[in-house]
């Protein structure tokens, strides 16, 4: 839910943990305790889409947690944040956009030990788009207070027997029924691409086709579709907001009608009251959602959701179920 | 119940070799993560194995549908 500053601190003086998403201002001016938090001022709340810098959007851990810790992690620690994550429980993890850990988990988050043994979701902080050039994206351990741009920060929350931890996700794309694109190497740009089985310049091929960039492309992981969505194309170089990968074949995503509709189609009937959700800012943005609802499930709009791996324009949600 | 290592299916679904949708977002990820492993180091199969049957014991009760299919 959305929050302010001083429900926050009652919330923690309560002995509640908290998992916080909201501007670095109000970020800074929570009292240090159990808490996370990164930065980001676009939200789905209960009542829709809203941008606001004056309130923070609020998880609560599940006061049956069995144990809930903090994990600061760097590009050389972060391969063993499944490891670190309860066996039985979930971790969130927020890393800051546009960081060294950033690409680094996108790139190889699956081959992370444990990962899929493991809960691991989360999101990318970032940072209201007027402020692009002038702010950056930040997480906070709230133990210290202290501010980062260069790690991440992590909850890794303990779970009694007979809950368990699940994550989902809600991904609106379809692979359409266009070119097989193919890549010649992983990364979260390029140059080239390999058209069903024709090599030939991405950038071409795009505006050869018209093709509508705020869609984007997406690949079938058995089942599971992935997405990378586009940055920019420049000067014949297209950029990702995650990494393609060599040897993954993707398709154009077909076209989506309302947004709005499609998400609360698409979120699974039984999931009511997830302990965690969030969004992607691009589906906040191509899909006008501000002051428009995407059924219950609510949460902050990110840079990038991690579910398991680094995801885009894709809803990620923790639930806790009976076993 | 979780079948054995040794059943040909586990080995078949990491080489690719099975064209199932999986109805739970982890079990795509990691078939995929699995059979980008086995490309790179093949003779890892047992170990591969062993993580997808972790996987489908934690996982069992909302694995269900996907196990009557592929076991």
Redesign the interface.
Known sequence: MLSDIEAVKRMLDSGKKLVLAGEESLLRRVPKGQWIGGTIPYFMSETGGITTRDRMYVDEIPASATDVRIGIYDTSSIHGIATATPDNGYSILIIPAFSPLHEKYALEA??FDN???RVVAGWISGIHLDDLGKASPLVFDGLTGQAMSDQGVAMHIGLPSGLQA????VNIFEPGAGDEIEFGASGFSTTQCIINGTHRGFVDYINEKKLDTRLPLVA?????H?NVSIQSLDGGIAKFYAPV?E?VKYHWAKPVGSYPEHFSNAIPAGVTKPVFSCNCILNYLYGELENRKTGRLTGPMTFGEI???LLNQTLVYVSVAN? | MVPSALHPTWARLIRGEIDHKFSVTGAGLLFFSLKQQFMKEPKGLPQQIDTARQFFEKYESILTDDMKKLF
């Open positions: 699956l081959s990962m899929f043994l699940q994550l989902g996700v079938n992981y058995m089942g599971t992935v990968f040897g579910g398991y791996q076993v």
